[in-house]
């Protein structure tokens, strides 16, 4: 979900504030007690991302959660029948409609237990999906307020300063390399740190790497128009202007680095963004290493670059190439012994002669016994 704000330069910057224990409370206050067909139901736990976050003046949801709730019911006899309902997945992009449940019963199984069963998944689920899309609404009311900048109050009145009608009326450009290059030569003039993100991926890295440097396909996880080439001095714009940059390194598809900085950094002043792809036999691990960061934005960085990068490119992961198995002439490969010549046919002769040869011999050997003067036959 996504809410205008008035034009100002400070609602331009990117911030984000994490809501995932207000989410808990909120999701338990709408859920537990609801009730069709004597089945009720409680949240047990919800898992997961949540946060509002600032876009050139927008505030947006951004949630990914896993709800697991327990619902019970009570048979005709009285006792009672108990078993789970899972919302496998709640977005910030699904509609109504895209929400998918899973249930199961706990208690010893019956026909009127199957029958609670099938009252959950689906008479349960369909009361639940109008709330899950008001979720973001309450969000935003009772956290937007929080990303506000404190001097808006003075550009609600209708009047702006120059700079921030600019802002308002423009996109952020991605500076040129000759700017990017003299921001980042020089040391800070403060003190930076250094933030990690990674994660693992059903693909191939070079795969993976195309999804991370195509501009074509950056929107598909990023939401966002992209400006990125894989070339050593390319610019780059990523989240609609937000975070600019240039390419300084590539080394496909293990590598690539950038120059990288947010909007809530220091005028002109860029960090170094070092993206690195470990293909191993079923997958490919990502790791982002983002160094001269603002000290006191360390936290910020972290959380964008798995919100962002991590989670948005987990969020496609089915459109993502997989890894090539084995080609089946080479699963079939086998190691072969010493090549055996078959025995010429002089050689097939020479042995059929020794053979019979000695045949006769012992057959003569054999008379001169029998006939001899100590056999049977010269006895006679």
Same mark, same amino acid.
């Given at each position: 979900m996504?809410?205008?704000l008035?034009?100002?330069?400070?609602?331009?910057?990117?911030?984000?504030?994490g809501?995932?224990? &207000?989410?808990?409370? &909120?999701?338990?206050?709408?859920?537990?007690?609801? =009730?069709v067909?004597?089945?009720?139901?409680?949240?047990? @736990?919800?898992?997961g991302?949540?946060?509002?976050?600032?876009r050139?003046?927008?505030? $947006?949801?951004?949630? @990914?959660?896993?709800?697991?709730? @327990?619902?019970?019911?009570?048979?005709?006899?009285?006792?009672?029948?108990?078993?789970?309902?899972?919302?496998?997945? $709640?977005?910030?992009?699904?509609?109504?409609?895209?929400?998918?449940?899973?249930?199961?019963?706990?208690?010893?199984?019956?026909?009127? /237990?199957?029958a609670?069963?099938?009252?959950?998944?689906?008479?349960?689920?369909?009361?639940?999906?109008?709330?899950?899309?008001?979720?973001?609404? /309450?969000?935003? *009311?009772?956290?937007g307020?929080?990303? %506000?900048? *404190? @001097?808006?109050?003075?550009?609600?009145?209708?009047?702006?300063?120059?700079?921030?009608?600019?802002?308002?009326?423009?996109?952020?450009?991605v500076?040129? +390399?000759?700017?990017?290059?003299?921001?980042?030569?020089?040391?800070?003039?403060?003190?930076?740190?250094v933030?990690?993100a990674?994660?693992?991926?059903?693909?191939d890295?070079?795969?993976?790497?195309?999804?991370?440097?195509?501009a074509?396909?950056i929107p598909? &996880?990023?939401?966002?128009?992209?400006?990125?080439?894989?070339?050593?001095?390319?610019?780059?714009?990523? !989240?609609?202007?937000?975070? /600019?940059?240039k390419?300084? /390194?590539?080394?496909?598809?293990?590598?690539?680095?950038?120059?990288?900085?947010?909007?809530?950094?220091?005028?002109?002043?860029?960090?170094?963004?070092?993206?690195?792809?470990?293909q191993?036999? #079923?997958?490919t691990? %990502?790791?982002?290493?983002?160094s001269?960061?603002?000290v006191?934005? =360390?936290?910020?960085?972290?959380? #964008?670059?798995?919100? !962002?990068?991590i989670?948005?490119?987990?969020?496609?992961?089915?459109v993502?190439?997989?890894?090539?198995?084995?080609?089946?002439? +080479?699963?079939?490969?086998?190691?072969?012994?010493?090549?055996?010549?078959?025995?010429?046919? &002089?050689? %097939?002769?020479?042995?059929?002669?020794?053979?019979?040869?000695s !045949?006769?011999?012992?057959?003569?050997?054999g008379?001169?016994?029998?006939?001899?003067?100590?056999?049977?036959?010269?006895?006679?």
């Open positions: 996504t809410q205008q008035p034009p100002g330069i400070k609602n331009w910057h990117w911030r984000t504030k809501c995932e224990a &207000w989410a808990k409370t &909120w999701l338990k206050s709408e859920i537990d007690g609801l =009730e067909d004597g089945v009720s139901v409680s949240v047990k @736990d919800s898992e991302d949540c946060e509002v976050g600032m050139k003046s927008k505030l $947006v949801t951004i949630y @990914d959660l896993k709800i697991t709730m @327990d619902w019970k019911a009570e048979t005709a006899e009285g006792e009672a029948v108990t078993g789970s309902l899972v919302a496998l997945e $709640v977005a910030h992009d699904m509609d109504e409609d895209e929400y998918v449940f899973e249930s199961s019963i706990s208690s010893a199984p019956s026909k009127e /237990a199957q609670f069963q099938s009252t959950a998944k689906k008479g349960l689920a369909n009361k639940l999906r109008p709330i899950f899309q008001r979720f973001p609404k /309450a969000m935003l *009311e009772t956290h307020k929080d990303l %506000l900048a *404190e @001097d808006d109050s003075a550009n609600n009145s209708g009047a702006s300063t120059p700079a921030a009608a600019a802002a308002a009326k423009s996109t952020p450009t500076p040129s +390399a000759s700017t990017v290059a003299s921001s980042t030569s020089s040391k800070a003039p403060f003190n930076t740190a933030v990690k990674n994660g693992e991926f059903a693909s890295a070079d795969g993976l790497f195309d999804f991370l440097t195509n074509e396909k598909l &996880w990023s939401r966002n128009p992209a400006t990125m080439k894989p070339e050593v001095g390319a610019e780059m714009s990523l !989240f609609g202007g937000n975070i /600019a940059g390419v300084t /390194a590539v080394e496909r598809p293990k590598s690539f680095t950038t120059t990288w900085r947010a909007p809530t950094w220091p005028e002109n002043y860029y960090g170094t963004l070092e993206t690195t792809l470990t191993g036999s #079923n997958s691990t %990502l790791d982002l290493r983002l001269g960061v603002p006191g934005k =360390e936290d910020e960085a972290e959380r #964008n670059l798995n919100i !962002f990068y989670n948005g490119l987990k969020q496609i992961g089915s993502l190439p997989s890894v090539a198995p084995p080609s089946s002439s +080479a699963a079939r490969a086998r190691p072969r012994g010493p090549k055996v010549e078959p025995p010429s046919r &002089w050689l %097939l002769l020479a042995n059929f002669g020794v053979a019979a040869l !045949f006769g011999v012992v057959g003569a050997l008379a001169a016994f029998y006939f001899g003067p100590s056999g049977p036959g010269g006895r006679a």
